[in-house]
């Protein structure tokens, strides 16, 4: 297969390559200021297209290099939040239109990088500094409430049916909270993390994985995640020597996969 984004290579390092949830669209975006779509069709063995996969459109965004951009749950906008800004931007595909988000009432931050937004599109939770966690309405992208963790909040995944939130800080403990009430329901130590890095949840609910600054990736069971203080995980995967920077489920729980951005070709298959 030819590169998706052959017809507009990015001037700068891209930071998110994400597919459309339901039309055949890859999505692109990165230093270089823009978002772009391509045309992706569907291939197998017998039949791969991969010829032209053409360009649909490029949006640029002017003095606004991208840290991290992502479809909406229903796939009719794309959010973007920039490097070193306090504003973000929604991409409405439906009309075509940027929306600039200048300033969100009751958020009092100096940058907005990181966000998730939640699986059944209601929800954008916005990760500020000295552990604060801001819940937005997806729908208005107004505050809703506002949390905050002990320490500094480095990354956050919300549950399967978005009931929950689990937030992992720089120390290395895990928060779990109750969405509709903003409630911390329980937390627990990451076994042996000295800073953590990202998080993820399984599509059923089962796992939770935990990536740290020294590499190793924790997997414990949400079972045990909601009543232990300091549970043992089920698995330590060790093969990363860098720091884990992602970790993702596949959409049947049956692989996990771990990478680090720190180094080349540092992914592993779980």
Same mark, same amino acid.
């Given at each position: 297969?030819?590169?998706?984004?052959?017809?507009?290579?990015?001037?700068?390092?891209?930071?998110?390559?994400?597919?459309?949830?339901?039309?055949?669209?890859?999505?692109?975006?990165?230093?270089?200021?823009?978002?772009? $779509?391509?045309?992706?069709?569907?291939? #197998?063995? &017998?039949?791969?297209?991969?010829?032209?996969? @053409?360009?649909?459109?490029? %949006? +640029?965004?002017?003095?606004?290099?991208?840290?991290?951009?992502?479809?909406?749950?229903?796939?009719?906008?794309?959010?973007?939040?920039?490097?070193?800004?306090?504003?973000?931007?929604?991409?409405?595909?439906?009309?075509?239109?940027?929306?600039?988000?200048?300033?969100?009432?009751?958020?009092?931050?100096?940058?907005?990088?990181?966000?998730?937004?939640?699986?059944?599109?209601?929800?954008?939770?916005?990760?500020?500094?000295?552990?604060?966690?801001?819940?937005?309405?997806?729908?208005?992208?107004? $505050?809703?409430?506002?949390?905050?963790? #002990?320490? &500094?909040?480095?990354?956050?995944?919300?549950? @399967?049916?978005?009931?929950? %939130? +689990?937030?992992?800080?720089?120390?290395?403990?895990?928060?779990?909270?109750?969405?509709?009430?903003?409630?911390?329901?329980?937390?627990?130590?990451?076994?042996?993390?000295?800073?953590?890095?990202?998080?993820?949840?399984?599509?059923?609910?089962?796992?939770?994985?935990?990536?740290?600054?020294?590499?190793?990736?924790?997997?414990?069971?949400?079972?045990?995640?909601?009543?232990?203080?300091?549970?043992?995980?089920?698995?330590?995967?060790?093969?990363?020597?860098?720091?884990?920077?992602?970790?993702?489920?596949?959409?049947?729980?049956?692989?996990?996969?771990?990478?680090?951005?720190?180094?080349?070709?540092?992914?592993?298959?779980?």
């Amino acid at each position: 297969c030819l590169p998706a984004n052959q017809e507009r290579f990015a001037n700068g390092k891209l930071v998110t390559v994400q597919f459309h949830p339901s039309a055949q669209v890859v999505m692109t975006a990165g230093h270089d200021r823009s978002v772009s $779509l391509f045309q992706v069709k569907n291939f #197998n063995l &017998r039949y791969v297209d991969g010829i032209r996969n @053409p360009r649909i459109q490029s %949006i +640029y965004l002017e003095s606004f290099p991208i840290y991290k951009a992502c479809f909406s749950v229903d796939g009719e906008q794309v959010i973007a939040t920039g490097t070193h800004h306090k504003m973000f931007f929604v991409y409405d595909m439906m009309s075509g239109s940027i929306i600039p988000i200048q300033k969100v009432r009751g958020v009092d931050e100096r940058f907005l990088r990181n966000f998730e937004l939640s699986p059944d599109g209601s929800f954008m939770l916005l990760t500020g500094t000295s552990g604060y966690l801001h819940l937005l309405s997806m729908k208005t992208k107004e $505050l809703i409430s506002t949390m905050k963790v #002990n320490g &500094r909040c480095t990354a956050s995944a919300f549950t @399967p049916d978005s009931s929950k %939130i +689990y937030s992992y800080s720089k120390e290395g403990e895990v928060f779990i909270w109750d969405v509709r009430s903003r409630k911390c329901l329980h937390k627990f130590e990451d076994e042996g993390s000295l800073e953590g890095k990202c998080i993820a949840v399984s599509k059923n609910n089962q796992y939770v994985a935990c990536g740290s600054a020294s590499g190793v990736v924790n997997l414990y069971t949400t079972d045990v995640c909601l009543k232990e203080n300091h549970p043992k995980p089920v698995k330590a995967i060790m093969n990363l020597v860098t720091s884990a920077t992602c970790v993702t489920f596949n959409p049947t729980t049956e692989i996990l996969a771990v990478a680090s951005r720190e180094t080349d070709e540092a992914v592993k298959l779980v």
